[in-house]
DNA sequence: ATGCAAATAGGTATATGTACCCATATTTTT
DNA sequence: AAAAATATGGGTACATATACCTATTTGCAT
């Protein structure tokens, strides 16, 4: 049978020592360990033709693993990659599923998922924890929140909240936007109905719930 | 050479085999392994004179790491902990020291240096890891910052602030707290000066950044 | 004991925001 | 083409907040 080729993407050495004692004696050939994405980004790009599968941790120095798989997929299609997580944060599945990565498995997996993992991976497949399902749809509830939430503004709207909430008055976002006080007030006046706020306080949560701005 | 006895706690299978493994042919030995600290816990009550060294990572599910040394530290007092922990974050360190674990070092660690740290808590020395330092050092200054940063406001100032990022107005906050809306207003104009705010909006967004609401 | 910070409260003036009413031009959706 | 949403602007009244000033009481610290 032949040997698929690894990389293997770790700042953490207990873990790329764990990772290549569970596959010794498998059909699976480690042919490289990165401690970072750059330095996984560099080997890559010297070694495209020896190399299957990127197994790669998401929080790393230099580059994380997000990056390193978006890269990966930008331009090596034939490169596989199977993300680790230490945490099933949701913000972490977001993340995977944007950067396209065929599997995303925690560290705390068995060695029998992480090999069935690996299985799915190298024939085409994909491959994602159970445990990171129900993190999943929770994701996507909250995401969709997030954007019924922002979706009730209009962008001119959000324009004027984020001045709001910079710490401007209705007369210097008129001034800065060329527009009358008493259009923004009109405006502040829709977005306390829409978003059901009480005041300008209201707004400003508002807005910094939805990453309008930063508190 | 008489054999030390070590109980491995960590919920990541594959951890648990790296340190297995580093510390194959060496004076230690592996007489447990736990998954959390909850089990941990009764393992060592059922078997206190077996164990000298425990090793811990620090986030666990059902019992974290912190709260295990403190047990330990408070009945066992012949056992050493060595913390272990993924990142050096400022809050966990912190909390080690609290602790009182006798070590704290990150799985990043090279096994000389994960060896080293055993031969000193061993013979009743400490071992940091040389990385956890800076962050130390860092986390001193920003818990001061953020004291000082939310020093300046008195108790019922930040009470009263409290009462504004949730919306209410300074006539309500006054019959809330049996006091006059102009000491309310006049607090208002206090913390305004001591935060360097140019209106309720930049102190609704003080209060999230220090944690007085949530937005 | 004297001073200092904190909490209390008042006055007055002004600035800012909010709630209603209204209208019109533009764009988007149906 | 008609309807709806959006962005624009006006008026009036009221609510709320802010900037100054003042003062008294309490408790804590030098």
Redesign the interface.
Known sequence: MEKINILLVD?????L???E??LQNSQYNIVGLCANGEEAWTWINANEDKVNIVITDI?MPLMNGIELCKKIKATYHHINVLMLS??NSAAAVDEVLQAEADGFIL?????VEFINALHKIQNGGTYFSQEIIPFLYKQIIAERKKEMELGVLTQREKEILEM??L?F?SDEIASKLFISKKTVDNHRTNMLQKTH??????L??FA??NGIVS?
Chains 1, 2 share one sequence.
């Open positions: 700042d953490h050495r207990i873990m020592d764990g990772i004692s569970m929080s230490m945490y560290k705390n997996a068995s060695k709001i909430a710490e008055t706020c009480k005041s300008t306080i209201g400003v949560k910094i719930r508190s």
